[in-house]
């Protein structure tokens, strides 16, 4: 029997493919027809941040234990993201509430904070899920990454031949979290001091 906790971690998990994926692509193809530079570099950088998302979840599937801790540490990062520069939140700031685009960026910036802590406040309620995820109680965390394993397991199966297997997907999960870290380390070290909360743009559309 399903258990409301559970059923909460469901709906979370199906409102975040909408609000981390769909809503954000909508939104970015849209600034490019618009030409609003604004939007596109605040949605390119959001992008890079998010693939930290999808590590987690292949994490997930080579069961790998810290894997909801990846997914919290993205959730959290990608929300900061979208908030973090200065020059695009001065820039959102100068558009009237009737621009249709800036009104929806707006509202997908504080649906996916929303989401965020929602992932929040379930980790919470499983701790020990956060270092040990291969447990009973932790089964809800895994289940929504049983569909992207289906697909990435057709996907190998037509590239490769072959099954898309658990230590695979572990040893694939490691190493792009090893590449993610770098590049992190790296902006935090060479790029943030040098440029700080400015993410640099130029939009040349009217208001």
Not at 22 to 27: E, V
Not at 116 to 139: A, M
Not at 144 to 160: A, R, Y
């Given at each position: 029997m399903i258990t409301i906790n559970e059923f909460s971690a469901w709906i979370t998990f199906q409102l975040s493919s909408i609000i981390?994926?769909?809503i954000p692509l909508s939104i970015f193809i849209w600034s490019i027809k618009k030409r609003n530079k604004a939007i596109e570099k605040l949605l390119s950088t959001y992008w890079k941040i998010s693939i930290l998302?999808?590590?987690?979840?292949i994490l997930f599937i080579g069961g790998v234990d810290?894997?909801?801790?990846?997914?919290i540490t993205s959730s959290?990062?990608?929300?900061?993201?979208v908030w973090?520069?200065?020059?695009?939140?001065?820039?959102?700031?100068?558009?009237?509430?009737?621009?249709?685009?800036i009104t929806i960026t707006?509202?997908?910036?504080?649906?996916?904070?929303?989401?965020?802590?929602?992932f929040l406040v379930h980790s919470f309620q499983d701790l020990s899920c956060l270092i040990s995820i291969n447990t009973s109680e932790c089964l809800k965390w895994s289940?929504?990454?049983?569909?992207l394993s289906q697909i990435i397991n057709q996907l190998f199966n037509f590239l490769f031949g072959a099954n898309f297997t658990e230590p695979i997907s572990k040893f694939l999960g490691l190493f792009a979290l090893l590449i993610y870290m770098l590049g992190l380390f790296q902006w935090l070290i060479i790029k943030l001091p040098r440029s700080g909360r400015n993410l640099g743009f130029s939009n040349y559309e009217e208001n």
């Amino acid at each position: 029997m399903i258990t409301i906790n559970e059923f909460s971690a469901w709906i979370t998990f199906q409102l975040s493919s909408i609000i981390i994926v769909g809503i954000p692509l909508s939104i970015f193809i849209w600034s490019i027809k618009k030409r609003n530079k604004a939007i596109e570099k605040l949605l390119s950088t959001y992008w890079k941040i998010s693939i930290l998302f999808l590590i987690s979840l292949i994490l997930f599937i080579g069961g790998v234990d810290f894997s909801l801790l990846i997914l919290i540490t993205s959730s959290s990062l990608m929300t900061i993201g979208v908030w973090f520069w200065t020059d695009i939140n001065r820039e959102l700031r100068g558009y009237k509430i009737t621009n249709a685009l800036i009104t929806i960026t707006r509202a997908w910036r504080w649906a996916l904070t929303f989401i965020s802590i929602s992932f929040l406040v379930h980790s919470f309620q499983d701790l020990s899920c956060l270092i040990s995820i291969n447990t009973s109680e932790c089964l809800k965390w895994s289940e929504p990454s049983k569909n992207l394993s289906q697909i990435i397991n057709q996907l190998f199966n037509f590239l490769f031949g072959a099954n898309f297997t658990e230590p695979i997907s572990k040893f694939l999960g490691l190493f792009a979290l090893l590449i993610y870290m770098l590049g992190l380390f790296q902006w935090l070290i060479i790029k943030l001091p040098r440029s700080g909360r400015n993410l640099g743009f130029s939009n040349y559309e009217e208001n």
